[in-house]
């Protein structure tokens, strides 16, 4: 009766231990597809998360430098430091600008508008006798930019020539040809050009042919301004 019992007891041992075995393995079964199924999650919300700010730090990146505006730019300007006319005519080369606004003295006188323009040209009229200043301005816009300052001299005047005494007729081969200037200026001698010292004053000397020599000097200051002044010497034999 005893061996009846310890057989029933060892059966049922087994068969609870088997149940204990499948519950475990359908515990772990579980843990595995719960932790695997969350950790999918996680790493779907880490992935959007994680696009959501690149593409946004991109959108950051790229968006100003879509609306950065190309900068004005004044490659050059042609223009005569000085002149013997109350008008002077300006080239102005520029790239980027709408508009070039043209200022003589401080204050506005032309204005062009330039939109797909690159080279304006200016009659910039009113100088006054003596220097002036003039500078553009270039808007694109609420941009602007400013050139340097210009100066024209405005110099109606012509240079006089002061030439010291020289014979009607000599037996020599040349003579000296000396004067001075009233002001700076390129001079020349029968075309020919000759040095003018700082305090223009200048010396030549002139070789003669046979016969009469018609001597020419002109004076051509930096306004374009010009004077002449002739004379004529007879180159007799000895």
Known sequence: MRIANKSNFVRKSKKSDKKNLWLKLAI?????????????KFFIFVLSSASKYFVADTETTISPQAEIKPEILINSVDLASATNSAKIKA??????????EVYLNDEKVDELKLSDITTAEFIISGLTE???????????????KKSKIYSIVYDSKQPEIELEDLPNSTVLDFVVIKGKLSEKS???INSQPI????????????????????IIIRAVDSAGNSATAEVSILKEQP
């Open 130 to 144: 003596g220097e002036n200043s003039v500078y553009f301005v270039l808007k694109s816009g609420k941009e602007e």
């Open 195 to 214: 040095v003018v010292l700082p305090d223009l004053s200048f010396e030549h000397r002139y070789f003669l042919t046979e016969g009469e020599n018609k």
């Open 186 to 188: 390129d001079l020349f």
């Open 91 to 100: 080239v102005l080369r520029a790239e980027n600008a709408d508009a070039a």
């Open 28 to 40: 772990g079964v579980g843990l595995i597809i719960l932790t695997f199924y969350l950790g999918l």
